[in-house]
């Protein structure tokens, strides 16, 4: 499984390319027959939350944090899976926050004093 974040229009619904809006529903889980492939089939989600913004205005979206499973494809700021639950609506505050979180996730707390010397700043 894996965690993440995706956003939708003030309906819960996204516009999937090509088709009319699919609407979704908070603690459902939906999956999804045939091959996976970004921006054509699947279920898309962001791993870093800011990543959102990309895809959806911040002042009229809802923003939900997400379980993938099944099968699941990536790319550099977004991905596709075959199952995808709606764990939780978070909105704009949660979604900031969680990326606050993502970002110190990935800084390297052991080396810190690496790039912090002398009168440089990280």
Known sequence: MIKGYKGFNSKLQCNPTGNKPFQYEVGKTYEQDGKID????????CENPLDV????N?????FCEVEADGTVKQSSNKSTTSKITI???IGLHGLIEAGVKFIFSKVNW???KVSNTGDYSA
Do not use: I, M, V
């Open 110 to 112: 052991k080396d810190d």
């Open 58 to 62: 911040p002042s009229d979206s809802r």
């Open 53 to 56: 913004f990309s895809y959806y």
């Open 87 to 89: 764990a939780a609506e």
């Open 38 to 45: 970004l921006c054509s089939n699947g279920f898309h989600f």
